[in-house]
């Protein structure tokens, strides 16, 4: 059987760890290739070294491995090798290095590098000279040259065995996942904490989401499938879960009980004790979100301390000094992207003229006003699953027919924005804030057809679909002229 074998070098980090914690991380991190690799192809065999990992696998899976091993915590560097056994002489390692790699180096400049461990009679310096020399003159190089080269031959000899390196990886870098504990991420699904996700899950931290949803079963869909994303990606190493907690009714408590200026800053606050009771429970000693210091209204520094005083638990914020151009590259990078653009953001559209500067003893006067027996139940009612098990509890939604031209009189046009104003139209117009929607549409006449509107039609689209799948309403489209 043919075989392809990558030599993976450790994020650096790693090797500067005390002989304790450095065995510890090495095994977690070839504990976890086992289990990724295992899934791809049973023929494939893994070797730990204090320095280094070799993977030796079949030719058919190449492609599949490599993406693996790219993507995993813990890599620095990703090696690709020929290997040959029993090569004792200087001349023999010249003489195999020349039959592979001659043809590469026509016309070009080069070096010769290696890297050398076990017992020889000669350094590697010898081998590089000779190599280089033999090369030199056996081929149509144009040259050697030490500083600049066009191409470099990599070289590693191991007792009698020589890796001829035929390409280079950089790899994601980082601890492996399970050295450094677990964390419960905020998962709205957009840009931000699609991002700070990823950077815990590269950092070696086992990642769960939870998901406050204020949008439906549309939006709750959109963002499970971004978090099996994510952890399918980067963390399938070991199982993680995904909480689905509902916060419609917590949305209702907030308008009925708090001033608009503080909505956006309470409804943080109400998503960092829920998300502290859930994670308590799983025994997780952190919570992850996405916010950055001064990107909307409630991610001040006073209003981010004001949402903190909310929670005793740890708050990791990775992405607070990084601007909006540099997560979204991250996003671009990664892969969340087209996720995040095609997510709404629900906790920007709550209030109005929101407070950037809270006051601390307002709000902990506007605390006093809210009903916490609503958050209590929110939490009680929360469903959890494993992320692995997305895909068969995500049933595959058609998008929501979109009307856009008014011609069939008896539509009726549901307003969903939450403002005083409703849309006009030609049809009968009703204005019920989408944090209403799921109880007062049921009061509706069912014997007429609906069409939802917003600005931009997303959240329009997402409510009908719960509308669709929740509430069994077939009689609910999208409007959006």
Known sequence: MTTQKFILKFFPEIMVKGASAKKQMVGQLYNNLVK??????????IKKFSDKIEVVTPIKVVDKVRRRLLDTPGIEQVLEALQFDNLNTIDEIQEKVFELVADELEGKMFVVRVKRSGKHEFKSSEIERAVGGYLLEHSKAKGVDLHNPEHTVRLELINNQLNIITDKHMALGGYPIGTQGEILSLMSGGFDSTVASYLTMKRGLKTHFIFFNLGGIAHEIGVKQVSFYLWNKFGASHRVK?????????????????????????LKRLMLMASEKI??????????????IAQVSSQTLRNLALIDEATNMLVIRPLSTMNKPEIIDIATQIGTRRFAENMPEYCGVISKNPITHGSY???????????????????????????????DDVTSNAPIEVIEDLVDKNYVVIDIRGEEETVSTSCESLNIPFYKLKTEFKKLPQDKEYL??????????????????????????????
Request: glycine share 2%; net charge negative; aromatic share 8%.
């Open 361 to 391: 003893k307002r709000m902990a006067r506007e605390a006093q006003r809210f009903n916490y027996e609503v958050l209590d139940k929110a939490v009680e009612d929360a469903k959890s699953i494993f992320v692995d098990e997305v895909i």
């Open 279 to 292: 994670a308590r429970e799983m025994d997780i000693d952190a919570l992850l979100t996405g916010e950055s």
């Open 452 to 481: 939802l509107y917003c600005d931009k039609g997303v959240m329009s689209q997402l409510h009908a679909q719960y509308l669709r799948d929740a509430e069994a309403c077939q009689n609910v489209r999208v409007y959006r002229p």
């Open 36 to 45: 990724l690799l295992d899934e791809i192809d049973k023929e494939i065999h």
């Open 242 to 266: 995904i909480i689905s907690v509902p916060f419609d009714d917590v949305l209702t408590e907030i308008f009925r009980s708090t001033p608009e200026t503080y909505m956006g800053v309470t």
